[in-house]
């Protein structure tokens, strides 16, 4: 069966630098779309950037621009995102899945509903604590 698990979460300093990984399994991950999606205390769920099955086409949210980069290996069926220079509320929950909510009906604005949650695979997240 599908399976997504995220890895590299934890406790960091504002200003500072993280890596989560995703491990992919049970689909052929070379041929999806990937995203990373948050989850911050108290708000809805907010998509954070995608990348295209080779890895050459990649978009990021305003809010994160300039600061995470995302990125996969292919060989490893591994998703990667590399948050640089984090801010406090980049506090959330973060998860990996193939479902890009971006058009979906139940995201207005910046931020989704857990309805989201019911499309594509998702993991179970990893939590991402900025905080001096």
């Known amino acids: 069966q599908v399976q997504l698990v995220e890895s590299g979460g934890g406790l960091v300093q504002p200003g500072g630098s993280l890596r989560l990984s995703c491990a992919a399994s049970?689909?052929?991950?070379?041929?999806?779309?990937m995203n990373w999606v948050r989850q911050a205390p108290g708000k809805g769920l907010e998509w954070v950037t995608i990348?295209?099955?080779?890895?050459?086409?990649?978009a990021v949210a305003d809010s994160v621009k300039g600061r995470f980069t995302v990125s996969r290996d292919n060989t490893k069926n591994t998703l990667y995102l590399q948050m640089n220079s984090l801010k406090s509320e980049d506090t959330a929950l973060y998860y990996c899945?193939?479902?890009?909510?971006?058009?979906?009906?139940?995201?207005?604005?910046?931020?989704?509903?857990?309805?989201?949650?019911?499309?594509?695979?998702w993991g179970q997240g990893t939590q991402v604590t900025v905080s001096s």
């Open positions: 990348i295209g099955p080779t890895g050459r086409d990649t």
């Open positions: 049970g689909f052929t991950f070379r041929n999806y779309y």
């Open positions: 899945t193939t479902f890009d909510p971006r058009e979906s009906k139940y995201c207005s604005g910046r931020y989704c509903t857990g309805a989201i949650r019911n499309f594509g695979n």
